[in-house]
């Protein structure tokens, strides 16, 4: 969905899962702590975790992005083809604070609008909740799309037919 912090998709190859898997491997360094290119110079794009048929990863960036996302993936043999089920959201902890935030701007613009009916003129404090609404908003959709269309493009080359 273009206006949600989510993407689901599916990569089709022809490489086998076994191979789909090993190139995968090769780009990921597998460990459950952030890794940033600050941390540690690598060629890898990816850190996290493979277990069987599936995946958990996150980009290796040189520069901090709360809404980066999360990328699962499953792996699936279909009648020669491999088959890339691919997830991508935000992490938990920064789902949660964008509740908490908009939760936050939703009692402002209920009071504005509260005050605005009451007062009979027009709140200046409405069009601050409304600001905060679409930078809020903005903020991590823009965050996470930049990032989910990188990681796209990456993984597309990684498992790629002719990489």
Request: net charge positive.
């Amino acid at each position: 969905m273009k206006f949600l912090p989510y993407e689901n998709y599916t990569l089709a190859t022809k490489l086998s899962p076994a191979e789909t898997f090993a190139r995968l491997r090769d780009n990921i360094i597998v460990t459950s702590r952030p890794i940033s290119n600050f941390k540690i110079k690598t060629t890898r794009s990816y850190w996290g975790h493979l277990k069987g048929d599936s995946f958990e990863i996150h980009r290796v960036t040189w520069y901090a992005n709360s809404f980066a996302p999360v990328i699962t993936g499953q792996i699936h043999d279909d009648r020669g083809q491999t088959r890339i089920h691919i997830k991508m959201k935000m992490r938990a902890i920064i789902v949660v604070l964008f509740i908490i935030w908009m939760s936050g701007v939703t009692l402002a613009l209920v009071a504005s609008i509260i005050d605005t009916i009451e007062s009979q003129k027009l709140s200046s404090l409405l069009f601050v909740a409304i600001a905060f609404y679409v930078i809020g908003y903005g903020l991590c959709l823009t965050g996470f799309k930049y990032e989910s269309s990188k990681s796209k493009k990456i993984l597309d080359a990684i498992l790629s037919d002719n990489h």
